[in-house]
């Protein structure tokens, strides 16, 4: 068994720069791979989720439309599944009155922008600040945290603790038509 211990000694002194060379190279990709490993795990990470966000067409469901457009009326956009982007969650619903002259068709539709963790209630707010236009609007009282009326675009919008809520209603080819006064009615009907 000495013999054994002697003979690796020998080895390992006679092969000590590589054996020096290799454990730098082993140590260099060891470090490397993790860094890697690091770096991918953050990037895919999305956001957390502290909120549950709101899915616009549960927030404006077709009896409401029905109520303010007609018996006739119809979903006009897909639910499609909500967009996560940053810290908020995205979603549309829309329904139309069935007019088969789309032009002259009455509209009621809603975007809602939910804030998914205290980050993107903040960045709702900010945004909701930032896309208030210089002129032609209205200030709406009592409705939500904030609300305006877009006299250019005829969109309501309202921020409503976690959510950006923008709110059209109207006639279809004409939205700078739109009033405040039916914008507020279809806000009335889904915001608590």
Same mark, same amino acid.
């Given at each position: 068994?000495?013999?054994?211990?002697? /003979?690796?000694?020998?080895?390992?002194?006679?092969? $000590? &720069?590589?054996?020096?060379?290799?454990?730098?190279?082993? @140590?260099?990709?060891?470090?490397?791979?993790?860094?890697? +490993?690091? #770096? +991918?795990?953050?990037?895919?990470?999305?956001?957390?989720? @502290?909120? &549950? !966000? @709101?899915?616009?067409?549960?927030?404006? /469901?077709?009896?409401?439309?029905?109520?303010? #457009?007609?018996?006739?009326?119809?979903?006009?956009?897909?639910?499609?599944? !909500?967009?996560?982007?940053?810290?908020? +969650? /995205?979603?549309?619903?829309?329904?139309?009155?069935?007019?088969?002259?789309?032009?002259?068709?009455? =509209?009621?539709?809603? $975007?809602?922008?939910?804030?998914?963790?205290?980050?993107?209630?903040?960045?709702? $707010?900010?945004?909701?600040?930032?896309?208030?236009?210089?002129? &032609?609007?209205?200030? =709406? !009282?009592?409705?939500?945290?904030?609300?305006?009326?877009?006299? =250019?675009?005829?969109?309501?919008?309202?921020?409503?603790?976690?959510?950006?809520?923008?709110?059209?209603?109207? +006639?279809?080819?004409?939205?700078?038509?739109? /009033?405040?006064?039916?914008? @507020?009615?279809?806000? &009335?009907?889904? #915001?608590?």
């Amino acid at each position: 068994m000495k013999h054994y211990f002697q /003979t690796a000694r020998a080895y390992v002194i006679a092969h $000590k &720069k590589d054996f020096t060379i290799g454990a730098g190279v082993f @140590v260099g990709l060891a470090l490397v791979a993790g860094l890697i +490993v690091l #770096i +991918v795990a953050n990037i895919d990470r999305p956001a957390e989720i @502290v909120y &549950k !966000p @709101v899915r616009a067409c549960d927030l404006f /469901t077709l009896d409401e439309a029905k109520e303010l #457009i007609g018996s006739n009326a119809f979903r006009s956009t897909e639910d499609a599944d !909500p967009v996560l982007l940053g810290n908020a +969650v /995205t979603s549309s619903c829309g329904y139309s009155d069935g007019n088969a002259n789309i032009d002259n068709s009455i =509209v009621a539709a809603i $975007k809602v922008r939910s804030g998914i963790n205290d980050d993107g209630i903040e960045e709702n $707010k900010n945004d909701f600040q930032r896309g208030i236009p210089d002129e &032609k609007i209205s200030n =709406v !009282p009592d409705l939500g945290d904030s609300a305006y009326f877009n006299q =250019v675009n005829g969109q309501l919008n309202i921020l409503n603790g976690l959510d950006w809520i923008i709110i059209s209603y109207g +006639v279809n080819s004409d939205p700078a038509g739109n /009033t405040v006064d039916q914008a @507020v009615a279809l806000a &009335k009907k889904i #915001i608590n």
